[in-house]
């Protein structure tokens, strides 16, 4: 019994922590597995150290540690290293990073240089972390350093700044002409990415985000095709909430790639692979009289609590259950 | 006017604290640049991260910033790094680590990864604690990375440890059966380094340990030829005061390298370029009597405070004065 599911930072975190908790519940003798293919389109090295922002939100939300308030980051955090890094000098001083969040980077950045895939060094960090206590599986979606860089216009000329910089320091407020993701299109999918799409029972995409996570993890080299070639039902939640995204810029960067901010246009992004798609009751999909393609189901997605995003996790396999029950697959689901 | 001084650790930081208090007061209008030579020997990579240890020492001490108790690491220091690293299952642990001072680590690591020389990265840090606002310009030994691992026996077989697992970890107490500096043979000395004691108007030794910080600086090809060519009085402060190191273990160095502790065999080891000894009143050295081919003037070595240690930095200038004075050189003097 497996649950695939692909997953950016804190809106995947958090959806991943209620579906935890919702199958904690519900199959309490009997858990599936969950296989979570992590965003790493948005790491960065800062500081000679490799940062893997998904992956650690991801780590620290699952783990208990992560601060709520900011949803990313550890809880009960000081800051004496960067204020000391202030004092050298060194750059960029934009990007937030806490001490015990260091060690992370330290940590990974240790391991990576003596030759150590990143998959291996977030199973290392997945350990502390209890996450096979939890039933996860956590996998960087590729081994090969990719980096998002966002194409701006500065001063009449256009230049490529890394997403972390126009994301974090910008707030993506920079008029984006496109975004580049080097060495995606030579990445392999990390060991166990493209066989968990196949060999997944229901296959899950959280409210993430659809252009800079999961869009990025749909263009590494095999992932896609797997996805449409899985016989398990693909069920997806919207991002969007009263029009908007709930957190993030996920509205700038659709329109950064000339789609509208609508869970159908998000829907349609995932059109050649999407089975179930759940949407807010306020959502233009959920009202009377629209007819869709998909197996929309309306239902609140404001993950506002744990509780709030195990239900949201409940419903999504409920309609991939409903969906495998039509092709015959039942029994198979959890 | 120059003063070019070879320097450890904590022994030597004190010292030089002391030299440029002594010299601010005696001179301060037309104070005499310091060049230090800084021992690398000691350097280790942990966590990924280069830390060089006396060179840090040096730095914290005469910026301000370091912890009086201990005589190294940072004042006011916390330890969330470390502590996070261990959760991690992270090692070495018997190393201790401040937050702060990972923050230098990191800073230097990141810059030698860039392909910055040791010495240009250590000119940046000293522009952070002041160190050219204070008439001192600290030389890393050598730029190249050399590292004293001791071989130690262990279960009937020679191993070689790390110089900083058998001082920090063992505390000096596993016997030690010889020093071995990896890349010392083949090191070049840094930038500026010989030409600092070919052209210094006093060269002085601080009370530093003389088989793993002098004794190793003085291995560096080239540097003890420079010391023996130099026409510059050599002047050198005695670490033993009442027979023994004031602190560290630089009796079970010595007696590693068959020499006894004692001042006199100590100055034995420098006896092809030395000139002046201080030594501590009640060294054998200082009974009457005694006789020695060098100048020998006794006065208290304690370095309890900075006052002591410039006033004992004051001496061993006095002593370099009368010698120029004696070879007709004094007007170049400090």
Redesign the interface.
């Known amino acids: 019994m497996r649950i695939t599911a692909l997953a950016g930072g804190v809106g995947g975190a958090r959806f991943l922590r209620g579906l935890v908790h919702h199958l904690r519940a519900a199959h309490p003798d009997d858990r599936p597995e969950i296989i979570v293919i992590g965003n790493t389109g948005d790491d960065i090295t800062l500081?000679?150290?490799r940062v893997c922002p998904d992956l650690d939100t991801i780590l620290y939300t699952l783990g208990g540690g992560v601060h709520e308030g900011q949803g990313w980051g550890r809880v009960d955090e000081?800051h004496?290293?960067?204020?000391?890094?202030a004092?050298?000098?060194?750059t960029p001083q934009w990007f937030s990073l806490?001490?015990?969040d260091?060690?992370?980077h330290?940590?990974r950045?240790?391991l990576l240089?003596r030759g150590m895939p990143l998959s291996a060094v977030t199973a290392?960090?997945a350990d502390?972390w209890g996450l096979a206590e939890q039933g996860v599986t956590l996998l960087p979606m590729t081994d090969t350093p990719v980096e998002t860089h966002v194409v701006v216009t500065e001063g009449g000329d256009q230049v490529a700044i890394h997403f972390q910089e126009w994301w974090v320091r910008h707030q993506a407020a920079l008029e984006a002409d496109r975004f580049v993701v080097a060495g995606l299109d030579s990445a392999a999918a990390a060991p166990g990415v493209l066989e968990a799409i196949r060999s997944a029972d229901v296959v899950l995409l959280p409210p993430s985000n659809p252009v800079v996570s999961i869009g990025i993890i749909l263009g590494v080299p095999g992932v896609r095709d797997a996805l449409r070639g899985s016989r398990a039902p693909v069920v997806g939640v919207s991002p969007l909430v009263g029009g908007r995204p709930v957190r993030g810029h996920a509205d700038v960067c659709l329109r950064t790639i000339g789609v509208d901010t609508t869970s159908e246009a998000v829907a349609g992004l995932y059109q050649d692979f999407l089975d179930g798609w759940l949407v807010d009751p306020d959502d233009p999909m959920a009202q009377p009289g629209r007819t869709s393609r998909l197996a929309v189901v309306a239902r609140p997605l404001l993950m506002s609590s744990v509780a709030a995003a195990a239900d949201i996790a409940g419903a999504a396999l409920a309609l991939a259950q409903q969906l495998a029950a039509a092709t015959g697959e039942a029994e198979a689901l959890p």
Do not use: N, P, Y
């Open positions: 500081f000679g150290l000081s004496h290293v960067a204020a000391e890094l004092e050298l000098g060194a806490g001490d015990k260091f060690a992370t330290i940590f950045s240790q240089a290392q960090l502390r």
